[in-house]
């Protein structure tokens, strides 16, 4: 069974422009999750999303969104890029919305912002 | 103050140790709690996911649950080299998958 996969593995982006990025689950979940992981506060919740409705949001500014798909798929979209921003974006995909629910991870998107 | 508190170390011990990782937290709420290993440059994968309080144990790996404390903990018995990575516990309340996670504890293991 394919694994959580995300797209593209690395971009570079300058301020101030936008970036999306993708997230495939795993086949048959329903439910994903996306994560910033940056060293300082390591990883933290951004939001997610289950039958293409989003359940619920971190705490992040209205500059991170998202959205699913009808097939699953994530997109998350982030506007006027800040320096901040680079970190490591995970994906994490589960079966449904009802605990306990295990999270797959995917490897990762890694933004740098110049 | 943050809702999970892990050190973040790093951690370093000879192979055949036993490794003690922990976190706190401050939200009685939390009701599942897990821990995931993340290699460099990937993402984290689960290890242990335990409900309430409670120990569990899965090979070399064991997680205990103490709620009146808001403390948990994983142990690796025997580590290996492959052992080596970053540990990460993750938490919720019964909210669907919104998981709170400490910031990992680096571990290497010397061979």
């Known amino acids: 069974k394919a694994g959580v996969t995300q797209t593209p593995r690395y971009l570079i982006k300058t301020r101030g422009q936008q970036v999306t990025l993708s997230c495939s689950p795993i086949s048959g979940h329903r439910s994903v999750s996306w994560y910033q992981q940056t060293p300082g506060q390591g990883l933290q919740f951004l939001f997610e999303y289950f039958s293409e409705t989003q359940r619920n949001k971190g705490n992040f500014p209205g500059r991170f969104s998202g959205r699913q798909f009808s097939n699953s798929r994530s997109e998350m979209n982030v506007s006027t890029l800040e320096l901040g921003d680079s970190a490591l974006y995970l994906c994490?995909?589960?079966?449904?919305?009802?605990?306990?629910?295990?999270?797959?991870f995917g490897p990762g998107t890694r933004l740098t912002v110049l | 103050q943050k809702e999970v508190e892990q050190d973040p170390g790093p951690l370093s011990v000879p192979e055949g140790a036993i490794v003690s990782l922990n976190c706190t937290y401050s939200n009685s709420a939390f009701q599942y709690f897990m821990w995931y290993r993340q290699y460099s440059r990937k993402g984290p994968e689960l290890l242990m996911y335990t409900y309430s309080s409670g120990n569990k144990e899965d090979g070399r790996f064991t997680a205990q649950v103490d709620k009146s404390s808001k403390y948990i903990s994983l142990f690796i018995r025997d580590s290996q080299p492959s052992d080596s990575a970053t540990y990460l516990c993750?938490?919720?309340?019964?909210?669907?998958?919104?998981?709170?996670f400490g910031t990992g504890t680096s571990l290497t293991v010397i061979p």
């Open positions: 994490a995909s589960s079966l449904g919305v009802t605990p306990p629910n295990e999270q797959f």
């Open positions: 993750a938490m919720s309340a019964n909210t669907g998958n919104q998981f709170y």
